[in-house]
């Protein structure tokens, strides 16, 4: 499994499909699960967004009076996310995260799921690195055991035990809330999504 044609091949997903994603996911109405991770912050919180998509969440935390980075492997959707959001969105691989002590959380909502299970390790140690003392991490994927190519791109699924499992062999995090939610697209809803709300050790 060579992980740069893994992290190209969805890549160029994105890159060719960018409008459409950007359509099909900015006007998702995502405000519960949004105001459930910033319940948990204080006021004029630093927030990674780490892999922004659309740049639908960066556009609302922003909002909130919240301070924002917003980040993404694409350089198609990093344009749009820019154009909508106001702000530069930065182009760059989840495994090119390199701070230390810098964010009071981190959003990965529908984002590190492209990255095989291996790759969550590192990755998720240099998130907790990133982030402050009792940092948080909100992230979601598909929910199941599945990890493999779907749709042109690359996923790793979860379930509670195999994200549990993960958490044990990295001893970064430990898990604040988890939930399992339908799809929020219209027409998705038979998909269901594993929400997780994880702490800094």
């Known amino acids: 499994m060579n992980i740069d044609k893994i992290m190209d091949k ?9 409008e459409m994603f950007t359509q099909n996911t900015i006007n998702v109405d995502f405000k519960l699960i949004q105001e459930n ?5 204080p006021a004029c919180s630093n927030i990674l967004d780490f892999g922004c998509g659309s740049g639908r969440d960066t556009k609302y935390f922003l909002s909130q009076g919240h301070s924002v980075t917003a980040t993404d492997g694409s350089e198609e959707l990093c344009k749009l996310a820019g154009k909508y959001t106001g702000i530069p969105v ?8 390199d701070e230390k002590d810098t964010y009071d959380a981190i959003w990965a909502c529908s984002s590190i799921l ?13 998130m907790a690195q990133a982030l402050k003392e009792n940092g948080i991490v909100y992230t979601s994927f598909k929910y199941g055991t599945f990890e493999g190519e ?11 035990e195999k994200f549990e499992n993960l958490l044990q062999e990295i001893e970064v995090f430990h898990i604040e809330e988890q939930w ?6 219209p ?3 038979d998909e269901k ?6 702490r800094k050790n």
């Open 10 to 18: 969805t890549l160029v997903y994105y890159n060719q499909n960018a």
């Open 37 to 41: 991770f910033l319940r948990m912050l």
């Open 90 to 97: 930065k182009q760059m691989l989840f495994q090119d995260l």
């Open 114 to 126: 492209h990255l095989p299970y291996r790759e969550l390790k590192p990755v998720l140690k240099k």
């Open 150 to 160: 779907r749709n042109g791109r690359y996923f790793t699924d979860m379930t509670e």
């Open 180 to 185: 399992v939610t339908s799809d929020a697209r």
């Open 187 to 189: 027409d998705r809803g």
């Open 193 to 198: 999504w594993l929400n997780l709300i994880l």
